[in-house]
Structures are given as C-alpha cells and as structure tokens.
C-alpha cells in the first residue's frame, strides 16, 4: 500500500523532512494529488504550475484572511480580526488605492536609480569579512538587504542591527500556525516598538523632509487622496518584514545554489551577463517564498474540484516553479535556462511590489561576493535552514574563501 501523501504541518518548514528538501515530497504530492484537500489545516493546496497560476491571476478571488470562514487556515492561522491587514492580503478597492499611492518608488526605472548605492552597500559590507571561514547568513545576506532597505526608508545607520532583531521577531510568528506564547509576546514587543519607532520618524519628516521613502509617502498624492499615517506605519513595517527577510534568503539561496553547482558558477565568472538569468533561475530553483494564497468569494470549481465561498487555496509557488509541463528537467540548476516562468513573486494584482528591488540586491552581492572570493566554496561547518512556515531560506550557511 502506498505511503500516504504529505499533508498539514509536513508541508511546512515546522517539519525536519520539508526544511531540509520540500521538493520531493511536493513532486510526490503534484504527481498523486495535485489538487490536495488538506483537512489537517483546513485548506485546498495547489502544486501544478497551471493551477497555481491561474489562482494567482484570478481577479474574483479574495485575500483577505477575514473573509475566509471560521475553522479554516486562512481565518485561523492568517486573519487578526482586530486590525486591517498589511496591503499584502488587502482587497479592492482598499488594496488598488494603497498600491497606487506607494507604487511609484518601486517601478523599475526608479528602483533602477538605486543600483549604484546598492552596490556601494554590498561592497563596504562584503570588505569588512577577513575570516577564511564565514556564515554568509549573517555576514552577507542578512544585513545587505536590512541596510538598503534602512537607506531607502532615511533611517540612521545605527538602527540596522535593531531592524533586523524587530523584523525577525516579527516574521517568526506571522505566517506560522503554531507559535509558543512566548513568541507571541516576543513579536508583540517588536511590534509595539517598531511602530513607536516609525511614527516618531513620520514626525522628524513633517517637519524636515528628506529625498527618502517615507518622505515620499508623506507627499503621496493620488487625485488629493493621501496616506494617512497608521498607513504609512503599515508599509515601512512590511518593507522591514517582506522585503528583508525574502531578500535575505534570495541571497542565501542562490549563493548555495551556485557552490553547489560549479559548473553552473564557472559559467557565471566566466560570463558576467549571465546574472540577471542567474538570478531568475535562483527564484525558480529556490524560490524564497514556498506558498501563498487566496480565499473562495463564491461556491466554485478550481482545478476540477468544488470549493466553498470562503475556502482557503493555499498555492505551492515552489511546486508550481519545479512544474516539469513547463520548466523541462525542473530539478536541474541551469543558469542558461529559456523561458523562466516564475511564480515566486505572486500573480495579478499583489505581484510584489518590490521584485525589481529584490533581483537587483541580488545581483549585485552575487557580483560583489563572486569578485572578493575567487575561490570561494562551501565549509565543513555546513548550514541550517530556517523553520519559517512559507519561507524558504537559511538561518546559517558556512562557507570557506580558502
């Protein structure tokens, strides 16, 4: 008799099998049960690049964790019924006016303007390690992303290292299903200090503009609607909590991927303008968020199976990335790859945001990294990925510059 297929908890990184190598046990689950009923949690779960596109891309569906009916995953485990949700799982009209007003700073020719400073800032951060052996988590990944995002939102740099403890603290129990009472009061303490922190700095700009990002949603203005500023808390927090920790693990993974891989690495060295295929091929190899998701607006058929107004689909992007009907030999690293078709950035209306920011921060520390350390290679010390329910990445990864 078959074993049965992955369900609940062992289809998150809370599981030691998952962590350490979801991709087996999501091919076992797209292959035998592509649309899964996870009655564990509560949710429909989606593995087929087809599937998890078109949920993605369905303007009817719902993101708000509010709407999603009592008992399942989104309401339990996603919805906090005091407090609107960030613009991540924000509907129509809310979502469009929010992303309309914060949008600007985030198009490419303008996330464009910061690539000189972003490599600025992973050159000064990659000069400063002289260990022959390093955890390019802590040394490399982490903190590039908290300071580019710091220098974007004006703020000191003195702050970097708080950012990073206050977004971690945070990040920890926001899309975990199982948190300890402790973690809950630990995130609630960042929480209420980051907002404390944030609202002082919205004054500071009131009264002393700068050419910095909360500056720019201060002066937001869309037909003389403006961001209020609990809003304007809302964004910078998730630029620290989405943008850091995806970037972070970005970062990670793709390094790993490449000493992994050293033909692949060799090609990179040897032809530069292969990075920005490098990183996409990164994204679908090794995507940084493992899932997301949507709620049922009606009684409905996905994918061949009824679902219920306020159903949770939970989609599998890594699943959906490693899709054979559409990336042929998908378990295969290959930087030359035609035709990436990524998942890993969402679909439709709450595409990310920052994509364009990530993917530059991205190749620039691949570049910068690859220069300083010629021969740079994994370490004996290894590595350990983080149990970051929807996320994949590393809270540790030991690497040797010989």
Known sequence: MPKPVATGLQLTALDPAFRENPYPILKDLREREPVHNDTELNRWVYTRHQDVNEILRNPDLLSDPRKARPGTFSREFLSDDDREPSMLMMDDPGHRRLREL??????????????????????????????????????VANPIPTVVIAELLGLDASCHDQFKQWSEDMISVAFNPVNSEEQLQTAERAGQALDAFFRNEIQNRRDQPRADLISEMLQADVSGDRLTEDEIVSQC??????GNLTTSDLIGNGIMALLQHPAELAKLRANPELMTNAVEEVLRYESPVVNSGRVAHMDMEIAGHKVLAGDS??????????????????????IERKNIQLQSFGGGRHFCLGAHLSRLEAAETFSVLLERFPDLAISGKGHRYAANPSFRGFAELWVSAR
Not at 102 to 131: C, G, N
Not at 237 to 242: E, G, K, M, P, Y
Not at 316 to 332: F, G, K, T, W
């Open 102 to 139: 914060v949008r600007h700073p985030f198009k490419p020719h303008a996330v464009e303007a910061w690539r000189p400073r972003v490599r600025a800032v992973a050159e000064h951060v990659i000069s400063q390690i002289d260990e022959p052996e390093f955890d390019v988590i802590a040394h």
């Open 237 to 242: 927090n998730l630029l620290l909590l989405a």
């Open 313 to 334: 689909l939970s989609v599998s992007l890594a699943a959906a990335n490693r899709d054979p009907a559409v990336h042929p030999d998908p378990d295969r690293f290959n």
